[in-house]
């Protein structure tokens, strides 16, 4: 069959997960590698499907009171090496610029690996009074952090992201901004991205460097590993501590600020790909897929296919539809599987036998599944169609990872658990050399706790448990 | 006067331009200094007025057929020397990266002045035939430059922009493309910016550094300098052989393509403030503006004022109008200095006695001048007026600097035309040695080509003339 010429270019997902995946975002076109190590071209694919989170994403923040803004690429030295913490977290993985036109520069600049730092020290000069308060920034930039090893979207040493810095008069109001980012955060990842995700506090050592406390929110991959879709961190003082971010409060008294910042970036298109993707290739959620419809023509030489096509596709462009027609000269087969692979969630085939019948197929990626419609009114069912598309994807993701989620009483059970691909979750004592241990013998960390639930007993060490904790393989 | 204690924190505009603007983009919150010497933060109100301007452009060049990608901030240092003109025109400027990681790197990458090698190279890897043509790519990204002297929006080590980067088999479609996105330019410019501007090649000593030609849009600020708002460039074969952009025509054989790149910056922003502002401050076309109308309570405590203030508020919302309604605590005067200071192209002011009759004032920014209309369907009035203002402007605008283009037959005339804050048209022979001469003599140099105009002879070595020239001091 011609199909399986085609799939076999993609490696088997069950047998090889991390070929399969560098297989997918290469023959799609998602991304490429760049010139230097390291580094990736998103390409305009790619892309397209991040110009749709962003915008999803901004109209978020905009909604809750945030503002774009974009600080200096260029960071001095000599900042990383104000919060004590922050430094050690971030100097080694910092690349520098040291010339710059044809001279040696007097203090070497780091290139962002995030922007605490250069943030705060426009805050310390922009903020005077409680009336300022709060600072509410977003921005939408690249970070660079220079990575041993490397993979597309997941970890290159430059990425895209956004990052939001906020400032607040009280310590309770920095704390709800960092829980209202990780709610959108949440919303954002299930409504939009269709992956389930679970959120919750990181333990120190799991934290942001210098942070009083990080959530994340975990996503599960098709092979039952962990990845971390997005942070939100209260910083207490620290940072404002550190730059002065300092205000004149009503009592007349000079107060530091309490601050948060909260962040995502080009790794949820790696999320996207592994959270629902198949041995086809792509399977994309209507809401960030760069092209939600294809329409291919079948025997499309014969009168009036092509006309019909070309009908439906400005009908349902009118709807607001992302929409294709593919009228190239290649087989209906080649078609089907070219956006197959690309993870297109709807594609109606037209031939002149459907025509005569007043009927279309349309195939639904996500199920795979090939049903006749009534040509008449075809762009309903198609709005219908990728809503259910939507609402689908995150249910079947949602029980995939809900039958994954085990617990475990002994370092044994967490070490099958998490060797089954699955997210564990055991009893922790609350101490380093135990989280340590779990990381040593079963390669799993502590991703996040699991908010309302207890334990009686430690897994690893039997003590007096004071937190479950969810142990997963993490990207 | 309340009024005059406000405006005096702004310098002369007739007496010290530059210090003018310093005070406007710097009192407006456009923009900020960063810590390192020559950068800048852009403010929230500056950034907005990108985020519009990308969104007009990002839709022309879509419609056009261009898609958006992201390429590497890092590039090799090698790759600069490939195209000789290249380099030379770009390495005295390019920050580099000499350690990244811990290590020093092996090689120093540069962080892009500009992309054409980097992408030239990924080009290079993707194209294989004829029906991979055209490559049509747009990136919104940031870019280094290290300047000697800066300022905010106009010149600093880096600003945003985007670039255009296309690959076509003949030099006809190239030089089409180069040609199209001109006329974008320039229509985004008048339509969008309400910036007149002149567009024309450059000459060979203000081209692109590795182009065969650059078209440039010139636009006149209100001190009658010119500020180059945007270039096109055609290419040629130039990087297309240093970077080995090849494919299989139809014939069989192997071919070099030809190449365009295209891009306009945050320079823009710099363009509408000297373009527009005044003594008060700025002036901001409708389309661009981040508030196009803010509605003052007069007398806000008189019952009912905050209601009808507010439902205005809602109904211009709902029309699409981006509004704010001030309902701070200062005064009515102190809130007009403040918005007209932002440039808000509209001003609703609304009393008691306003609301008795039925009335309701407006102020235009751009002329000054203030009306009353009718409170009922005011919205309609404010839809009219905005459509108004921004032709208004562009008509203004394009007055100002028509009555501002002299013609000059020697260098004396080109000198005194320039001195006087004019765009001067004269004769040119063609050659070096004349163009360096005016630029020693009057600071000024060749914008562009005056397209279809003729002279008879140099107006500065009295030769044969082969062109007209538009001489003006530029920014």
């Given amino acids: ?78 900042f990383f090496t104000k919060e004590a913490e922050h430094v050690e977290g971030f100097a080694p993985e910092v690349a520098v610029v040291t010339h710059a036109g044809g001279e040696e520069l007097a203090e070497p600049l780091a290139i962002r690996p995030t922007s605490e730092t250069v943030i705060g020290s426009m805050y310390s000069k922009w903020l005077q009074s409680y009336r300022d308060l709060p600072i509410k920034i977003n921005q939408w930039c690249n970070v660079m ?32 901004e960092t829980m209202q980012m990780l709610a959108i955060y949440k919303e954002f990842a299930e409504n939009v991205l269709a992956i389930p995700v679970i959120t919750g506090r990181k333990t120190e050592k799991e934290k942001f460097a210098g942070a009083v406390a990080t959530y994340g929110m975990e996503a599960m991959m098709k092979d039952g590993k962990s990845l971390q879709a997005g942070t939100s961190h209260f910083l207490g003082q620290n ?55 294809v329409i291919v023509p079948i025997a499309a030489k014969k009168g009036g296919v092509v006309e ?111 060797e089954g691909g699955n997210f564990v979750k055991a009893g922790w004592c609350g101490c380093r050399e135990c989280e340590d241990k779990v990381k040593a013998e079963t390669a799993a960390s502590a991703r996040v706790y699991a908010e309302g639930e207890t334990a009686e007993k430690c897994a690893v060490c039997g003590k007096k448990a004071e937190h479950v904790i969810i142990f997963a393989r993490a990207y």
Same sequence: chains 1, 2.
């Avoid at 607001?320 to 000269?329: I, M």
């Fill in 308 to 418: 019909v096509c070309e009908k439906l596709k400005e009908k349902l462009e009118k709807m607001s539809v992302r929409v294709e027609f593919d009228n190239t000269d290649s087989s209906p087969g080649w078609k089907f599987n070219e956006w197959e692979m690309k993870g297109v969630p709807l594609r109606i085939e037209i031939g002149p036998r459907d025509i005569e019948n007043g009927k279309a197929m349309i195939f639904r990626r996500d199920t795979c599944a090939k049903d006749s419609y009534d040509l008449e009114d075809i762009e309903k069912t198609v709005l219908k169609l990728l809503e259910s598309v939507q609402k689908d994807m995150l249910e079947s993701a949602r029980a995939r990872r809900d039958g994954r989620i085990v617990y475990a009483n002994s370092m044994a059970e967490i070490l099958k658990g998490v």
């Fill in 145 to 176: 952090r220079w990575e041993k090893t490397t993979r597309p979207f997941l970890r290159t040493s430059e990425f895209l992201w956004q990052e939001g810095h906020t400032a607040h008069a009280t310590a309770e109001e920095a704390e709800a």
């Fill in 1 to 78: 069959m011609a199909n399986d010429s085609f799939v076999e270019q993609i490696a088997d997902i069950e047998k090889d997960f991390p070929q399969w995946y560098t297989d997918v975002v290469l023959k799609t076109k998602l991304v490429d590698y760049g010139p230097v190590k390291g580094t990736m071209v998103i390409r305009p694919y790619g892309y397209a499907i991040w110009e749709n989170i962003q915008a999803e994403l901004d109209s978020r923040f905009k909604a809750t009171g945030h503002k774009n803004a974009y600080f200096p690429l260029l960071i001095p030295m000599s």
């Fill in 239 to 293: 940072f404002a501590k550190a730059f002065e971010i300092k205000f004149l409060d009503k009592d007349g008294s000079q107060k530091y600020a309490y601050t948060s910042s909260w962040g995502v970036s080009t790794r949820l298109i790696g999320a996207l790909i592994m959270a629902h993707g198949d041995q086809r290739g792509l399977v994309l959620p209507p809401k960030v897929a760069p092209t939600q419809v």
